[in-house]
């Protein structure tokens, strides 16, 4: 088992353009989340996922972005026409459908809009 | 709503000795789960410790260890022997037992730095 993993660990992009981020999560755990972490600030969750069902959204994720989970595997962030305050760090974390429920994160996508 | 308050944004601590990390949440619930997550940079985010609010027993992990005062919602990570390693963004989270997502409300981080 390798950890959740995500990809890439940077994007630069100019505004106004789309990005999609990738989080592959270990493999037996049936929980997705993401969580947007700004400079200086702890993370802020954005949305979470149950196999493949989207249960929860932050009011933080506006209609802009959007996030999948097709066959309850790999998850995918998209973020259409970027701003200038999309400019963060992207956490993706997986864990067991259990009461423990402790969170495993993985390393990150730093995004940078220009 | 719950807020998580790390009011230390920077500490330092000399390798070998013990530092304390402050935490302090708000909640009306009775029925939660705390957590301090390490940072280290450019790194993932690790589990370091975590406590159930309905145990009265604090939580250790080996050099690692809480303070955990219930009426006063505070929730701090001590570290004994502090080591090189342990060099990292610290992170106080919540997590609600009624909330079925399972989401964590986090601080806002303490740097901790260690000197040789």
């Known amino acids: 088992d390798t950890g959740v993993s995500q990809d890439p660990r940077h994007k630069i992009t100019k505004r106004g353009q789309n990005v999609t981020f990738r989080c592959d999560p270990i493999?037996?755990?049936?929980?997705l989340y993401w969580y947007r972490q700004t400079l200086g600030q702890g993370p802020e969750f954005l949305t979470y996922f149950q196999n493949e069902a989207q249960l929860e959204k932050s009011r933080l994720l506006s209609d802009r972005f959007s996030a999948e989970r097709p066959k309850g595997s790999f998850s995918t962030l998209e973020i259409q026409r970027t701003e200038q305050g999309d400019s963060a760090m992207y956490l993706c974390a997986s864990s067991l459908d259990v009461a423990k429920n402790i969170q495993y994160f993985g390393a990150g996508t730093r995004l940078s809009v220009l | 709503a719950q807020t998580v308050t790390q009011s230390q944004p920077e500490m330092s601590v000399q390798e070998a000795e013990t530092v304390t990390l402050s935490c302090t949440y708000d909640?009306?619930?009775?029925?939660?789960?705390l957590f301090w997550y390490k940072q280290p940079p450019s790194r993932q985010m690790i589990l370091v410790i975590r406590q159930e609010a309905y145990k009265q027993q604090n939580a250790t992990e080996n050099r690692f260890s809480v303070n955990f005062q219930k009426a006063a919602k505070s929730f701090s990570l001590k570290i004994s022997d502090s080591q090189l390693g342990d060099a990292a963004m610290y992170f106080c989270?919540?997590?609600?037992?009624?909330?079925?997502?399972?989401?964590?409300?986090f601080g806002q981080g303490t740097e901790l730095s260690v000197k040789p």
């Open positions: 493999s037996e755990h049936n929980r």
């Open positions: 909640t009306s619930e009775s029925d939660y789960y």
């Open positions: 989270a919540y997590r609600s037992a009624w909330d079925q997502g399972g989401k964590l409300i």
